[in-house]
Structures are given as structure tokens and as C-alpha cells.
């Protein structure tokens, strides 16, 4: 337990020096090249909450789409107000609404765009979760009916047009006014904002899964029942680490939403759900770190190789995926844990003596 | 009330060609505990080799089918043996392996055929309506809904009434003492998985002159196949076909109520409220896996 949370930290270390340092230097501090990786990296940020649930609880969550879906309206919707000023946003008036909606009112204020960014998709997650699990749904149906969630929330977005835009999202926006400074997403300042956030979001998602809370959801995710036995409520710990990763998952759907200046319905469809769920195997997604890794790395591939084969890509996307889930199941990370294993292996008895900890010993998989 | 009775008839042809999908889904996932996000695109692959045979070859959809039947089976054969043989031990990675392959067949599919939409004709035979008072009811779609009863009366005597169904059955109650009896159940898993995209590729077939034919058209239809398996309880021939009837007319109801959206937005949430009540479907089978 120390010396993997020590690895992690170490890992997390090389981490934020490459993207803090490292790319922005390799880069040369290109505005568009920081652009595309913020939007890597808020990628990464949906990629690391979904192994929150996935890896460490064992809940595959194939809707985290929906809840990046809601962050990113929020912020969307604040940013749509703050363009149109006094008037009603354009498209309301296309669909023949009068007045501001009641719903939107609160947008007005930022601080209440950033709490609704994080909290109602919480929420969401939190009812769909407690609904789940006090009935002990469990596997593949807890990823079946988080699926039918994502189509129906989809569907209701699409079909509310004179609330959210409908089928065009919402665009047009104005940019964030923060504290008095304008955000320009093409600046450096904006790339180390959302790198930050990322950031603070994995030392949290590292301190979760190291903590005794951690423990249990490992506990869980091996079998639930012999942890029932031991007297921990399953659904109450399940319920919880669904609303985090959900939060999580907003705050990366906010960040997304600036990145890119709009908030579309294609952010909560099923392939881009099923997206995250790929960066997240690839990655790893027992570790958050890895997760996140694996979001940057898979985007980056994309964006590198889909200008050279523009329809052949999601066609490699695919064969990669089935060769990762078929032989690197554990993803990259699990690839990495087994290789220093094996060269801890050769000089195990050393080891052995000195910590006294028995040879081989079986670390959870 | 003519609305309601002729919306009633059109839920119904959908809900058969519904049930045709959740039956080779619910074999697969009954027998192997392989949750087959591929299925849909197993559909998609049914209506090309409709619209290619029609194209290239000038049959109809009807002398199609058992040719359509047997392509797509032979493809789910393959991929059976290829890459889901792989994944028995891991139930939640098939429904990552299943989707990457249709992620591939999809795209396969866009770059060898296109991605704009195709057209199959109905069968001439089949194009009139019988009309019965108000009730107009279009001659194809009385086919369909004949036709998937046909199905699942065969399905039903495959599983019942041959060796091949009595091995499926053994080998579902438990593998492991099948296989002492002599019971290859690799191969039954085989002929199972084969069966079941077979399935999904009539329903592909017959699908193509109501739908339109895109390489996207079974991302939807897996979803609702999906949760018509869940909502019938997995395993139950009768169960499958009592949700997809369900919810083929619920949804065809719902739609004049409300709108088509909303009304699927409806059903949705009632399934998702019906689970919390009953985990195991409508009719759970007592099969111990």
C-alpha cells in the first residue's frame, strides 16, 4: 500500500512536470497547440472519473457522457446569457419563447454556474446510483441502465429546443470573465487553468482510491456480498463514489464547453460516452493517473492520425481497442505494473530481506 | 380512435421485428453471459447483404432472407471464434470487445459501401393494404409480424425439441458437468452465437423498407433490444416477447399522446423505474447460472 501510493505520487510528480512544463516548452508556447491539449486534458479529467467508478468500485458507468453533458451546459448556458446581455438568447427566439425560462434565471450568476456545474450532475448521478444499487443491481446491468439514462437525457436535450438549442447545442458564447480577467482559451494562462484543475482532480482521485474509502470500494468491486457480510452499507460507498465521479465529470464538461466555446447534444451521445470508456481501458483503469494518461494519449493519437487517414481512423481506433481489451486488459498501466514486477522479481530475495515482506506477494489486481 | 388502432398496428410491426433483435440477444446472453453490443451492427450487416443482393443480384427481400441469414451467421461464426471464444471468463470486457467490433464493422461498412443511405425495395407481392373499417393495415407489415411469430415458434422447437437444443440447455444449467457427459460446449457456444447474429440479420432484412439503410441504424436498435431483454428477464423466450411487444406499443401509444421523442423519453424512464422494482425482469427465469 505505502510503496504503491509512493509509485503514484512519483508518477503523478512526472506527470504534472510533463504537462506543466514539458509540453508547453515542446510546443513553444504555440496558442493552438495549447488550446488542443486543454482539451485533451479536460478529457483526461471525464477519463480518471469514470476510473473512479469503473476501476476502483467495479461500476461500469457507460452514461458518464450525460453528467459531462450537464457541466458543460452549465457553463454554456452562463456563457450564452453573458453574450446576448439584456435580451433573450437567440435561439429561444427561434422557438418562440418570450421570456427567460425560469431555469436559466440563476445562470446569470457565475458562482452559481460553477456549484450547478458540479453539483446537479452529482446529484443526477447520485438518484440514478441510489436507485441502482438499494436494489443490488450489479455488472453488466448497472451498464445497460446507465446507457438507457445517457439515450433518454439525449433525447429530452435534443427535444427541449427552446431551452437548450436542441439539436445545434448552444453556441455563440462569450467568453469567461474570471475575477476581473478575461479568459482567452488561446492563452498559456488558460492551458495551466485547466491543467490545474486536472491536477487537483487527480491528487483527489489518488487520495480517494488510497484512502480506507478506496479500500472498501476494492473490497466491493472483488465481492460485494462478503463486504455486506462485514457489516459496510455497499450501496451507501457505491452511491457516493457514483455522485464523485459524476461531479467530476461536470467539472471536465465545463472545461470542455470553454475549450471548445460550444455545448452540444453530440457530448452526451453514446459513442462519445463509449469514448471515455475506451481512454479509460487503455490507460488503466485500475489507476486514475493512468486513466487520465490514457485520455491524453488516445486524443493525441487521434488528432496526429486522423489528418492522415481521415476515414481509416476510427476503424484503428477500433481494432486498438479490441487488441487492448483482448490482451492488455489491465491497459497500459497494467502492462507497466507486471514489467517492474518482473524485474523486481530477479532481485526479490534481496527485497525479501530487507522488508520482510513475504516473496511474490499477491497485490489486488 | 382510428389513430390509436392503426398507431396500436404500427407498434406492433416494430415490436416483432424488436423481438426478432432481443431473441438472438437474449440466446447469446442467456447461454454464454455475453452482452453483445455488436448486435446492432449484426443488423446493419443484415440489411446491406439485403440491399447488395437486391442490388447485384435482383432478389427480392423475402428470397433473400435465408441468404442473408446465413451470411450473417457465418460473420457472428467467425468473430465467435475469433475474439469472443477469448472473453468467457470476463463478462464485463465482452461488452468492450463486442463494441469495438462494432465500432469495426461499422466502419468497414463506411469505407467499403459509403456512408450515404440505401434504399431496398418492398416485395411487389406485398405492397397493397387491407383494410378493415378505418384500420389500414400495409400487407408487408402483416408479413413481419407473421413472420417474427414464425421465428420464435422455431426458436422455441430449437430449444426444445432437437439435440442441439438439449445440449444448449445442459450446457446453460451447467457447463462443467455437460462437458463430462461429452458435450463440446465451445462448439454449442459457437452454433449459439452464429444463431443469434443469424437473427439479428433477418430482422436486418426485414427492416430495410421501413428504415432507412445507414451504417449508424443499429446503435439505436441495440439500445432498445437491450432493454427489452432486461424488462422480458434474461433468459425467458416468453418474457422477451411479452417486453417487446410492451414496449413496441407503449411506445407507439406514448407517441400520440405526447410526441415520438417524448414518448420514447417515457418508456425510458419507465424501464429504468421498472428495473429498481423488478431486478430481474417481468418473467425471471429460473435457470441458476
Redesign the interface.
Known amino acids: 500500500m505505502n510503496s504503491r501510493l509512493s509509485y503514484d505520487i512519483i508518477g503523478l510528480a512526472v506527470f504534472a512536470a510533463v504537462i506543466l512544463f514539458g509540453v508547453p516548452a515542446f510546443f513553444g508556447y504555440d496558442a493552438f497547440e495549447l488550446n488542443t491539449f486543454s482539451r485533451y486534458l479536460s478529457l483526461a479529467i471525464v477519463s480518471m472519473a469514470l476510473a473512479l467508478s469503473w476501476g476502483t468500485a467495479?461500476l461500469?458507468n457507460l452514461g458518464q457522457a450525460a453528467t459531462f453533458g450537464m457541466g458543460s451546459y452549465a457553463m454554456a448556458m452562463h456563457l450564452k446569457l453573458k453574450a446576448s446581455g439584456d435580451g433573450l438568447p437567440d435561439f429561444m427566439g427561434w422557438n418562440n419563447v418570450d421570456t427567460l425560462p425560469i431555469l436559466w434565471v440563476p445562470f446569470h450568476s457565475f458562482a452559481f454556474t460553477l456549484l450547478a456545474g458540479l453539483l446537479v450532475p452529482a446529484a443526477v448521478g447520485g438518484l440514478?446510483a441510489v436507485?441502482?444499487f438499494?436494489?443490488?443491481?450489479a455488472?453488466?446491468?448497472v451498464?445497460?441502465?446507465t446507457?438507457?439514462?445517457l439515450?433518454?437525457f439525449q433525447?429530452?436535450v435534443?427535444?427541449q429546443q427552446g431551452f437548450t438549442g436542441g439539436q445545434n447545442g448552444l453556441t455563440g458564447l462569450a467568453p469567461l470573465v474570471l475575477f476581473g480577467w478575461t479568459v482567452d482559451i488561446y492563452s498559456v494562462a488558460f492551458y495551466y487553468l485547466v491543467g490545474a484543475c486536472l491536477m487537483v482532480a487527480l491528487m483527489f482521485g489518488l487520495y480517494l482510491t488510497h484512502s480506507k474509502f478506496g479500500l472498501i470500494l476494492r473490497a466491493i468491486r472483488e465481492d460485494p456480498d462478503r463486504t455486506r457480510y462485514f457489516g459496510y452499507n455497499v450501496a451507501n460507498y457505491q452511491t457516493v463514489i457514483f455522485c464523485i465521479s459524476a461531479g467530476l465529470a461536470g467539472l471536465a464538461g465545463m472545461l470542455y464547453a470553454l475549450v471548445l466555446e460550444f455545448a452540444s447534444p453530440t457530448y452526451m451521445s453514446?459513442?462519445f460516452s463509449?469514448a471515455i470508456?475506451?481512454w479509460c481501458?487503455v490507460g488503466g483503469r485500475e489507476s486514475v493517473l493512468a486513466a487520465a494518461v490514457g485520455a491524453i494519449l488516445v486524443n493525441l493519437a487521434e488528432g496526429r492520425l486522423s489528418d492522415v487517414f481521415v476515414?481509416?481512423w476510427?476503424?484503428m481506433?477500433?481494432?486498438m481497442?479490441?487488441l487492448v481489451?483482448?490482451f492488455m486488459?489491465r491497459g497500459i498501466y497494467g502492462v507497466i505494473v507486471d514489467t517492474f514486477r518482473a524485474l523486481r522479481r530477479t532481485s526479490a530475495c534481496d527485497d525479501a530481506a530487507q522488508s520482510g515482506a513475504p516473496l511474490n506477494s499477491k497485490q489486488e489486481s | 380512435m382510428d389513430v390509436v388502432f392503426n398507431q396500436a398496428f404500427a407498434g406492433l410491426s416494430i415490436a416483432s421485428i424488436l423481438l426478432i433483435i432481443a431473441l438472438g440477444l437474449a440466446i447469446i446472453y442467456g447461454t454464454m453471459g455475453v452482452i453483445n453490443l455488436a448486435h446492432g451492427e449484426f443488423v446493419m450487416l443484415g440489411a446491406y447483404a439485403t440491399w447488395a443482393l437486391q442490388t447485384h443480384l435482383g432478389l427480392g427481400v423475402i428470397t433473400a432472407l435465408p441468404l442473408v441469414f446465413l451470411a450473417v451467421a457465418a460473420a457472428g461464426w467467425v468473430i465467435e471464434k475469433v475474439i469472443v471464444q477469448r472473453l468467457y471468463t470476463r463478462p464485463l470486457d465482452t461488452i468492450l470487445a463486442t463494441w469495438g467490433i462494432g465500432i469495426i464493422l461499422q466502419q468497414a461498412i463506411r469505407l467499403g459501401v459509403g456512408a450515404e443511405s440505401k434504399f431496398v425495395r418492398g416485395p411487389q407481392w406485398l405492397s397493397g393494404n387491407v383494410e378493415i373499417g378505418a384500420l389500414v393495415m400495409s400487407n408487408y407489415r402483416l408479413f413481419v409480424i407473421a413472420f417474427s411469430l414464425f421465428i420464435v415458434a422455431v426458436t422455441w422447437l430449437l430449444m426444445t425439441r432437437t439435440e442441439f437444443g438439449m445440449k444448449l440447455r445442459a450446457v446453460i444449467q451447467n457447463r462443467g458437468i455437460s462437458e463430462c457427459y461429452g458435450i463440446e460446449a465451445k462448439k454449442v457456444y459457437s452454433v449459439t452465437f452464429a444463431y443469434g447474429a443469424g437473427l439479428a440479420g433477418i430482422a436486418g432484412a426485414l427492416i430495410t423498407p421501413l428504415f432507412s439503410t445507414i451504417p449508424t441504424m443499429g446503435t439505436g436498435l441495440v439500445v432498445d433490444a437491450f432493454l427489452v431483454v432486461i424488462v422480458g428477464g434474461l433468459g425467458s423466450l416468453v418474457g422477451t416477447a411479452a417486453a417487446a411487444m410492451l414496449i413496441g406499443e407503449v411506445t407507439a401509444l406514448f407517441s400520440i399522446v405526447i410526441n415520438d421523442t417524448l414518448g420514447r423519453i417515457a418508456v425510458l424512464a419507465g424501464i429504468i423505474i421498472l428495473i429498481r422494482f423488478r431486478p430481474r425482469g417481468l418473467f425471471p427465469s429460473d435457470t441458476r447460472r
Open positions: 467495479g461500469l440514478i436507485f441502482m438499494r436494489a443490488r443491481i455488472g453488466v446491468f451498464a445497460v441502465i446507457l438507457a439514462f439515450v433518454a433525447l429530452l435534443i427535444e453514446v459513442s463509449l470508456v475506451i481501458a476515414e481509416g476510427h476503424m481506433l477500433g481494432v481497442f479490441l481489451v483482448m486488459p
